[in-house]
T-cell receptor
Framework: GESVGLHLPTLSVQEGDNSIINCAYSNSASDYFIWYKQESGKGPQFIIDIRSNMDKRQGQRVTVLLNKTVKHLSLQIAATQPGDSAVYFCAEKPPGANSKLTFGKGITLSVRP | EPEVTQTPSHQVTQMGQEVILRCVPISNHLYFYWYRQILGQKVEFLVSFYNNEISEKSEIFDDQFSVERPDGSNFTLKIRSTKLEDSAMYFC?????????????FGSGTRLTVV
């Protein structure tokens, strides 16, 4: 069935290092992907998105890479800061969906000082 | 920065009771959504709403649930005959455009506890 999953449940990185959070999706026809960040007690916060006709998109300190061949999505965070500690979710818009997003389970990023 | 506001932040209700979760979306947004997140699990889509009607709903969103936009600013989720398994964080979200033209803005959620 359709699913969006994450390879690792937790990721611990040293402050200042780069972080890479990975996500695998199963539906090759999904046309839109988003990364969200969720801090404790808050709702998901939009980080960056990418359409399926792109391979890479950059934001401020973040880059999203899309590899459609292997159905893989990654989020790169440069110079990780303590404020980046949160749960990160990837989400996809399945084919035929009007506006529904399917979320992955989430991965916890922990930044060591 | 405009934000989506949800009230209450925490709601405790007895099993079998009805609850109404309230949301004030961003004022110029046109699309409205409810998602839920059971503790430690995925964020799950419930329903989307546009032009005063449901545009999409999941299999979770059965007759127990309903949504309403009673006026120009509020968007509500009603859950009838609550069950223990309805306990979750419920997130409201809104967007100006339908994805993929941008993502949603989520509220901070209402934690529903059914006892």
């Amino acid at each position: 069935g359709e699913s969006v999953g994450l390879h690792l449940p937790t990721l611990s990185v040293q402050e200042g290092d780069n972080s890479i959070i990975n996500c695998a999706y199963s539906n090759s026809a999904s046309d839109y992907f988003i990364w969200y960040k969720q801090e404790s007690g808050k709702g998901p916060q939009f980080i960056i998105d990418i359409r399926s006709n792109m391979d890479k998109r950059q934001g401020q300190r973040v880059t999203v890479l899309l590899n459609k061949t292997v159905k893989h999505l990654s989020l790169q965070i440069a110079a990780t800061q303590p404020g980046d500690s949160a749960v990160y979710f990837c989400a996809e818009k399945p084919p035929g969906a009007n506006s529904k997003l399917t979320f992955g389970k989430g991965i916890t990023l922990s930044v060591r000082p | 920065e405009p934000e989506v506001t949800q009230t209450p932040s925490h709601q405790v209700t007895q099993m079998g009771q009805e609850v109404i979760l309230r949301c004030v979306p961003i004022s110029n947004h046109l699309y409205f959504y409810w998602y839920r997140q059971i503790l430690g699990q995925k964020v799950e889509f419930l329903v989307s709403f546009y032009n005063n009607e449901i545009s999409e709903k999941s299999e979770i969103f059965d007759d127990q649930f309903s949504v309403e936009r009673p006026d120009g600013s509020n968007f509500t989720l009603k859950i009838r005959s609550t069950k223990l398994e309805d306990s979750a964080m419920y997130f409201c979200a809104s967007s100006l455009f339908r994805p993929p033209a941008g993502g949603y803005t989520f509220g901070s959620g209402t934690r529903l506890t059914v006892v």
